[in-house]
């Protein structure tokens, strides 16, 4: 077969996610051609086009996404840019991969899906790619733990700390669309959601304890209106009662650790990095009461990537072998994720418990 032909909206030649994660991670799976870049000048992508070999480049993204030898548009830019991008790519008929979030709210996101209706779309939600979480998932449906009882996991929002990032600005107030909440608890509760079912129903609380934050750059105080702390607790559609800790910063102690107890055993996940959709994972395991590292089967993993999980583009390579089986969450899954953060708001917002199936 002839391989997909992709065009990346927002590939610099100054680095970032696109060029860290997605580039090598193209170049690693079989199927594929990188093609096209479109960046914020036609200068700007000639650039990146000749730091990364692209023969095709623009300045414009429209342009881009109605070239003949583009295939499959992938949008790695900030969230408020999404739906002014894949917007003309949908128009033009191409397969779209956004990264995540899709948009910056539940009613953006609905018209994105509704727009790309017919269309084959991705949304950038790599904890569903990763092998340990894979081989994790089928533990659990294989009866490791017996009858799920109870999880816990407790992980750092990674941003969201004493200080922001330079560009991250955007993230530090709810109406650009990329906070903790919408960007590492999304991706927490949807990994929950693949390995154990969703939340029937819940209870939040969110607070933001840091209203000011250092500017690493000015070294001035700035206002933080998002949320760095969110406690979540309820009952999972499996009956198993379920207790999430997002927050902000990071920890020495506790990044990312989640524990599934149930009648025959436990299972625990931890990752060195609090960004654990594209971290390193560790799983352990008992069933006598002592925990032992257990061991990803190669059956779960792309050969050519063994020994590399620790690279950021690991489980972003192996969404890309999932794509071209058409086995990603796409978009009118997202709207799934955006309506259970839409829930834990609500809930927090009004103190009661709620069902995220619930309009």
């Not at 580039?23 to 990364?52: F, M, T």
């Not at 198993?240 to 989640?258: I, N």
């Not at 620790?310 to 086995?327: C, F, I, Q, T």
């Given at each position: 077969?002839?391989?997909?032909?992709v065009?990346?909206?927002?590939l610099?030649?100054?680095?970032?996610?696109a060029?860290t994660a997605?580039?090598?991670?193209?170049?690693a799976?079989?199927?594929?051609?990188?093609?096209?870049?479109?960046?914020?000048?036609?200068d700007s992508?000639?650039?990146?086009?000749?730091?990364?070999?692209?023969?095709?480049?623009?300045?414009?993204?429209g342009?881009l996404?109605r070239?003949?030898?583009?295939?499959?548009?992938?949008v790695?830019?900030?969230?408020?840019?999404?739906?002014?991008?894949?917007?003309?790519?949908?128009?033009?008929?191409?397969?779209?991969?956004?990264?995540?979030?899709?948009?910056?709210?539940?009613?953006?996101?609905?018209?994105?899906?509704e727009?790309?209706?017919?269309?084959?779309?991705?949304?950038?939600?790599?904890?569903?790619?990763?092998?340990?979480?894979?081989?994790?998932?089928?533990l659990?449906?294989?009866?490791?733990?017996?009858?799920?009882?109870?999880?816990?996991?407790?992980?750092?929002?990674?941003?969201?700390?004493?200080?922001?990032r330079?560009?991250?600005?955007?993230?530090?107030?709810?109406?650009?669309?990329?906070?903790?909440?919408?960007?590492?608890?999304?991706?927490?509760?949807?990994a929950?959601?693949?390995?154990?079912g969703?939340?029937?129903?819940l209870?939040?609380?969110?607070?933001?304890?840091?209203?000011?934050?250092?500017?690493?750059?000015?070294?001035?105080?700035?206002?933080?209106?998002?949320?760095?702390?969110?406690a979540?607790?309820g009952?999972l559609?499996?009956?198993?009662?379920?207790?999430l800790?997002l927050?902000?910063?990071?920890?020495?102690?506790?990044?990312?650790?989640?524990?599934?107890?149930?009648?025959e055993?436990?299972?625990?996940?931890?990752?060195?990095?609090?960004?654990f959709?594209?971290?390193?994972?560790?799983?352990?395991?008992?069933?006598?009461?002592?925990?032992?590292k257990?061991?990803?089967?190669a059956?779960?993993?792309?050969?050519?990537?063994?020994?590399?999980?620790?690279?950021?583009?690991?489980?972003?390579?192996?969404a890309?072998?999932?794509?071209?089986?058409?086995?990603?969450?796409?978009f009118?899954?997202a709207v799934?994720?955006?309506?259970?953060l839409d829930?834990v708001q609500?809930?927090?917002?009004?103190?009661?418990?709620?069902?995220?199936?619930?309009?």
């Amino acid at each position: 077969m002839a391989p997909v032909r992709v065009g990346i909206v927002g590939l610099s030649a100054n680095g970032g996610w696109a060029a860290t994660a997605h580039v090598p991670a193209l170049a690693a799976v079989e199927g594929y051609e990188l093609r096209a870049l479109s960046g914020s000048s036609a200068d700007s992508a000639r650039v990146a086009g000749e730091k990364y070999g692209v023969p095709l480049t623009f300045g414009d993204a429209g342009e881009l996404a109605r070239h003949p030898e583009v295939d499959l548009v992938v949008v790695a830019v900030k969230v408020p840019e999404h739906r002014a991008l894949i917007e003309p790519a949908l128009a033009a008929g191409k397969q779209v991969l956004s990264e995540w979030p899709l948009g910056v709210s539940l009613a953006e996101t609905e018209a994105l899906a509704e727009a790309a209706a017919g269309r084959q779309t991705a949304v950038g939600l790599q904890g569903r790619s990763a092998p340990a979480l894979r081989y994790l998932r089928d533990l659990i449906k294989d009866g490791y733990v017996g009858r799920v009882l109870s999880t816990s996991l407790i992980a750092s929002g990674a941003n969201w700390g004493p200080s922001v990032r330079a560009g991250r600005d955007y993230q530090l107030h709810p109406e650009g669309g990329a906070t903790m909440l919408t960007i590492p608890f999304a991706h927490t509760v949807d990994a929950l959601a693949m390995v154990l079912g969703g939340f029937g129903e819940l209870s939040a609380t969110m607070a933001t304890v840091r209203p000011r934050v250092r500017d690493e750059v000015t070294g001035e105080s700035v206002a933080m209106t998002a949320p760095d702390q969110i406690a979540v607790t309820g009952v999972l559609t499996g009956g198993a009662v379920a207790s999430l800790h997002l927050r902000g910063g990071s920890s020495p102690a506790t990044d990312f650790h989640w524990e599934i107890n149930g009648t025959e055993g436990t299972l625990v996940v931890n990752a060195a990095d609090p960004l654990f959709w594209i971290a390193k994972l560790t799983l352990r395991g008992s069933r006598t009461g002592t925990l032992e590292k257990l061991t990803v089967p190669a059956r779960y993993e792309l050969p050519q990537l063994a020994g590399r999980s620790a690279e950021p583009s690991y489980n972003v390579a192996h969404a890309y072998a999932r794509h071209l089986k058409g086995d990603l969450p796409d978009f009118a899954h997202a709207v799934g994720v955006h309506r259970v953060l839409d829930a834990v708001q609500r809930s927090a917002d009004t103190g009661t418990r709620v069902r995220p199936d619930a309009e």
